[in-house]
């Protein structure tokens, strides 16, 4: 029974790694269309 979870529990892995980064990537996304050129500032 044992093997069971720890199987369920190596393949939870990689998807909290997909949700994280799909996650980053819709923030990054939503804020620069937001606030346009606002993530790469030109050095003043």
């Given at each position: 029974?044992?093997q ?9 892995g ?5 949700v994280?980064?799909?996650l ?21």
């Amino acid at each position: 029974m044992q093997q069971k979870y720890f199987v369920k529990y190596l393949s939870l892995g990689p998807v909290l790694l997909f949700v994280n980064l799909s996650l980053t990537a819709v923030l990054l996304i939503l804020f620069n269309y937001w606030f346009p050129d606002l993530l790469f500032h030109p050095l003043p």
